[in-house]
């Protein structure tokens, strides 16, 4: 068939390209005329492993190409972001999904499918259905008439990992939610061709649910986590070691404390199920509010040490929201560093091997960046704010003589080791 995904971002790319693989011919539309050209060149716009070599071949092959204007096909992927509104209120902002669906209804025609794969409020595609129904009244929509629907309208969401996106496009097993269950087996012939996993149909609501509910129920495991941190703090325990002894319960499975949580899907989704039942989600509620306090608790620990150790200067060790990634968006690692160097100023150090320089709010504030050696000979106070590798190995006698605050337990020498100072905060 022909496939045309609308967004070319960090789902949209590497998903095109995958169908492009699969021998399909692929147009992939974006509003920027950048993307557009840099996937035409046979680039990419974004940091995934060994999608820059996927993304050449297929389009060297002319199975992909990149386009800003929508162009008729059978089989529409809508994989554009759902931000929030600009009301403070944590509103789902579903616009750029009906904005896309209404270009889709404009080239759409019998015998079409569309599956909407942005993370969204549950009801969206029927909203998006209903969409379609008023612009295009010549086509029969499903589970609107009792007779055979002339389009198939799915939600079938990713579940893939930064870092790991390509694998686990092909390997992670699927829902796919069909308006009606006809839908859901059209879209499931369609991912049958580029999924390994299992691919399971239901129906759209249950699909758009089950999505946020993978997020919430991870938001909520790192939240008991990041809460006993803080108790641990004021216990004056070890939450590392804590964990690690509880987990050798065969049915406890505690997460990682850290400096709170972040990028675009974690701390975002559990807010499109509260929106959708504010009165029946405390749970979910409260989990990102232990999230959200964690990174001030951690502000606040390391503005103590700093203020109390006036001669040293300060490394932050990474501002990425997660391990091994170059993606620093929503990351609590970016905003606790951003918050110490507009304090502290010059005394701050950065250290961020997947950064070529500071982002914006950084500049004035007379932070820098500097590389890891540099920080381990010059910095007295070292706070790790990210897991990346290469903080990980950095052996106990480098650290050795700082002052270490470690929010991600990622030296649990530290305590231990010879020489090295005992003031290793628990996080
Ligand atoms: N984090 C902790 N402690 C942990 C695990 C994670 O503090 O033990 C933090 C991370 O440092 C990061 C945040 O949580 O700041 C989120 O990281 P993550 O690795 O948990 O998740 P993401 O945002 O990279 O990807 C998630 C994944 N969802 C689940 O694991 C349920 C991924 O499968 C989804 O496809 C993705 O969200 C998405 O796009 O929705």
Redesign the pocket.
């Known amino acids: 068939p022909e496939v045309c995904v609308i967004g070319l971002g960090y789902?949209g790319l590497p998903t095109a390209a995958i169908i492009a693989r699969a021998n399909c011919q692929v147009t992939g539309i974006d509003v920027s005329d950048h993307v557009v050209d840099t996937i035409n060149r046979g680039e990419i716009h974004i940091e995934e492993v060994d999608l820059d070599g996927l993304v050449q071949g297929v389009v060297q092959r002319g199975t992909l190409r990149a386009s800003n204007q929508i162009v008729p096909a059978d089989v529409f992927v809508i994989a554009v972001p759902t931000p929030f509104e600009k009301d403070g209120q944590h509103t789902p902002d579903t616009s750029y999904v009906m904005a896309a669906a209404t270009e889709v209804a404009g080239v759409l025609k019998k015998g079409d499918a569309i599956i909407l794969e942005s993370?969204s409020p549950v009801g969206t595609t029927e909203a998006m259905r209903d969409l379609i129904a008023g612009l295009r009244p010549d086509l029969r929509m499903p589970g609107q008439t009792s007779d055979i629907p002339d389009v198939a309208i799915a939600y079938c969401p990713?579940?893939?990992?930064?870092g790991k996106i390509l694998e686990?496009l092909t390997h992670n097993d699927r829902s796919i939610g069909g308006i009606t269950p006809r839908c859901a087996r059209k879209a499931l012939a369609f991912y049958k061709r580029f999924v390994r996993g299992a691919c399971i149909t239901t129906d759209a609501r249950s699909a758009e649910m089950t999505?946020l509910v993978?997020?919430a129920?991870?938001d909520v495991n790192?939240a008991f986590?990041?809460e006993l941190s803080m108790i641990s703090d004021h216990m004056g325990l070890d939450v590392w070691e804590v964990i690690k002894l509880a987990n050798r319960h065969p049915r406890v499975n505690i997460?990682?404390?850290?400096p709170?949580?972040?990028?675009?899907?974690?701390?975002v989704?559990p807010y499109f199920i509260i929106h959708g039942a504010p009165e029946h989600s405390p749970l979910i509620r409260t989990a990102r509010e232990v999230n959200d306090t964690k990174m001030r608790h951690v502000i606040a620990q390391a503005r103590d040490l700093i203020a109390a150790n006036p001669g040293f200067s300060v490394a932050c060790l990474g501002l990425a929201?997660?391990?091994n990634i170059d993606d620093f968006r929503e990351?609590?690692a970016r905003f606790v560093a951003a918050s110490l160097a507009r304090e502290f100023g010059d005394r701050i150090r950065i250290v961020e091997p997947y950064a070529a320089q500071l982002p914006p709010e950084f500049a004035g504030t007379g932070a820098a960046l500097i590389d890891i050696d540099t920080a381990l000979e010059n910095c007295g106070i070292l706070i790790a704010l990210v897991d990346h590798d290469v903080f990980r190995v950095i052996p106990p006698e480098e650290r050795s003589g700082a002052i270490v605050y470690d929010t991600r337990g990622i030296w649990p020498d530290a305590a231990d080791a010879p020489g090295v100072n005992r003031l290793r905060l628990a996080s």
């Open positions: 789902i993370t990713e579940r893939v990992l930064p686990e999505k993978e997020n129920y991870r790192i986590a990041n997460l990682q404390p850290g709170g949580v972040g990028g675009h899907c974690i701390a989704d929201f997660k391990a990351s609590p």
